[in-house]
């Protein structure tokens, strides 16, 4: 009896404590969650309003490029940066992540998130501000620098229209050679942001700031170089053979010998454009095309309207405009999302058009419930990847008979032209963006090496081209992302290789068709369906490569890309 009674006594004590244990760990949860959404109400009231003014205020200056308007872009910046650099926010943030006590997966998820935005601004806020500053006159620079040619100004497209249609060895030189001198414009004043850079990701406990960009955008940089390395392998001897093709008819297209042929022979600023040399021009299909209608029309189609979208935007070049092309999200909340565009009638402002739609169709339909800090693409490369997706169709014989913007003997006579065109174009770019994501990451490990030396070594080993004799400029500077979206141009590779992923699951499985045929999704609004429900709406809901096995059966992977465009 004394044994039974000891036996009962123990129990009852255990499960007094385990009910203890219980109650106080309610207790800490209920105080954690209630310590959540205090930090949350806090920290939205400050960052929603003024990620709006910024936001806005970068549009502005986008467009109308004044030294006035980027200081004052510079100066709203430096209030979201003050925000996201509040320590006692950070602390708070912090301590929530670490307890593991909120169970909710979307506010767990919404922790995490804002752990890594905060993380990158913890250092002191006149670094942060000087490096906006910095880099906001650096985008004036490049805003409003236009290439003097025999003393006309020239824009960025009208430099790519002679790249592309003169046959002038000596102006093609020149023209190149005038174009890169914007390099020296803000070469010294990317190397001061690069260095400043550094010093805040070391402060931080990184590397170097491209190592830390990479892991607070949820990528592993051991993982990114793996890629990298198997792309190179993938692609290197494809290109290889296409090159030397490309070769023979460049030669004998501007009368010299292939060893003779120079970057400016290749049709493009960087090369990161194939060049014309299969027989099909599909600019003059164009010519006549109101680019815009029939983006609209296309994306209305498949259940996407873009109109107010369009609405919106700023879609035709001018003096004082930013001349590249990019989509933005205003107000996460109130659907103020446009594009910028600078649209001629041609394949690449077609393509264009349609690339930056895709961005903005995918913030357009974001899940309304989501909390405002997953209100946003699942990882930045997942909407490059929905805008490549789309832009391929430019090109694509299908999509342009579908748009009524050739016949059906027309499409027949270009398809395998136009295919040989577009796997050119996917090497060429593959082979491009080895050479800015190496270059970057070279760069930041060692800000003091020869960069110029380093663009140029770089350039000969993955593009295969020639470095002018004595050129020791720095090129490598002539190149915006570098200045102003710094460590993210590997994302566009990511990008294609998730297109060719989501365009073999639609095909095979919305469509239930044949990948190895041409798609252009025309009427098909099951495709919007698909994208709005397994891509779209979603948004950071979840780690992007947990999204991607969602939506495609499969984790990214680049077979898909290799069959479609290597093979």
Known sequence: MKKASFLLALIVVLFSIGCSKEKVNKEEKAKMEKEYEQVISEYESLMIPAYREMSLQYFVAATNSTPENWEKYAKLEMKVNEILSNKNLFERIKKIKESNLIDDPIKKRRIEVLYLTFLGKQVDTAKLNQITKLQSEIENKYSSYRTIYKNKKLSDNDVEEIL?????????????????????????????????????????????????????????????EKLFDELDNLTRDAFKKEKQLMDEVLAKRYKIKPEELMPWHYQNRFFQEAPKIYDVDVDKYYQDKDIVKLAKDYYASIGLPIDDIIARSDLYERENKNQHAFCINIDRDAKDIRILCNIKPNARWMETTLHENGHALYEKYLDEKLPWDLKTPAHIFTTEAIAMLFGRFATNPQWMLDMNCISQDEANKIKDEVRKTLRLQQLVFSRWSQVMFRFEKSMYENPDQDLNKLWWDLVEKYQLLKKPEGRNEPDWATKIHIATSPCYYHNYLLGELLASQLYNYIVTNVLKGNPGQDYSFYNKKEVGKYLIDNVFSPGAKYFWNDMIEKATGEKLTPKHYAEQFVK
């Open 164 to 224: 592309k249609t003169s046959t002038n060895s000596k102006e093609l030189k020149e023209v190149w050679e005038s174009q890169k001198q914007i390099g020296r414009l803000v070469a010294e004043d990317i190397l001061k942001l690069v260095k400043l850079r550094n010093e805040v990701a070391r402060q931080l406990g990184f590397k170097n700031y491209h190592d830390m960009s990479l892991r607070l955008s949820e990528q592993d940089p051991a993982e990114i």
